[in-house]
């Protein structure tokens, strides 16, 4: 059974850089197929979609993100260490929330998205001086 | 950017009763695309429906999901005690986006 843990600081000061790891254990990212995904949850709010990277052999590191972090946002791979990463540059007070990795099955040859079937626990992040 | 809307934020219910969920997307949405979850207190999120309205593997009859375009419903049909959760909608298109989740509380 695939497991994901995030990890990283729980504190950072504003316009520093956020950085998260997420580790999979029970299965492995070099099995292909999968989108490895970043979330977060503000105070009192839903669920918010970060971004994703994809990891197949043919397609060992396609990323989509959300316009709204574009520029600030890298998500990366580490398929030897079996773990993925977020980085968020220039940190303000709005991005402190819950961070959260999952995997997603994504859009499927039948045409169907099957969405995340194995999620973190989240690590909370605040932005503060 | 899809805004996903759902109503209402609490339902509170008896066990027993029937329980309708809204999604309301800020413009037409491909139903394959749309995906509910269920999720209880430390637990991670279950995946109830795929493409608007197919039931994923293991989810009881009584949940059903239905609706196209910008309208879409969760209905559980008799509320068991272990329905009462929490339960937002997902929608992939270009990107992600989640609603903000409906509580189904006991009444």
């Known amino acids: 059974q695939v497991h994901l843990q995030e990890s990283g600081p729980g504190l950072v000061r504003p316009s520093q850089t956020l950085s998260l790891t997420c580790s999979v254990s029970g299965g492995s990212i070099n099995s292909g197929g999968y989108y490895w995904t970043w979330m977060r949850r503000h105070p009192g709010k839903g669920l918010e979609w970060i971004g994703h990277?994809?990891?197949?052999?043919?397609?060992?590191?396609?990323?989509n993100y959300t316009p709204s972090l574009k520029g600030r946002l890298t998500i990366s791979l580490d398929t030897s260490k079996n773990q993925f990463s977020l980085r968020l540059d220039s940190v303000t007070a709005a991005d402190t929330a819950v961070y959260i990795c999952?995997?997603?099955?994504?859009?499927?040859?039948?045409?169907?998205?099957?969405?995340?079937?194995?999620w973190g626990q989240g690590t909370t992040v605040t932005v503060s001086s | 950017e899809i805004v996903l809307t759902q109503s209402p934020g609490t339902l509170s219910l008896s066990p027993g009763e029937r329980a309708t969920l809204s999604c309301r997307a800020s413009?037409?949405?491909?139903?394959?695309?749309l995906v509910w979850y269920q999720q209880k207190p430390a637990q991670a999120p279950r995946l109830l429906i795929f493409?608007?309205?197919i039931r994923a593997t293991g989810i009881p009859d009584r949940f059903s999901g239905s609706g196209s375009g910008t309208d879409f419903t969760l209905t559980i049909s008799r509320l068991e005690p272990e329905d009462f959760a929490v339960y937002f909608c997902q929608y992939y298109g270009s990107t992600g986006t989640f609603g903000q989740g409906t509580r189904v509380a006991i009444k």
């Open positions: 990277i994809y990891y197949s052999t043919n397609v060992p590191g396609r990323t």
């Open positions: 999952a995997r997603d099955r994504g859009r499927l040859v039948d045409g169907y998205y099957y969405g995340l079937d194995v």
């Open positions: 413009q037409s949405l491909s139903s394959s695309s």
């Open positions: 493409g608007a309205s």
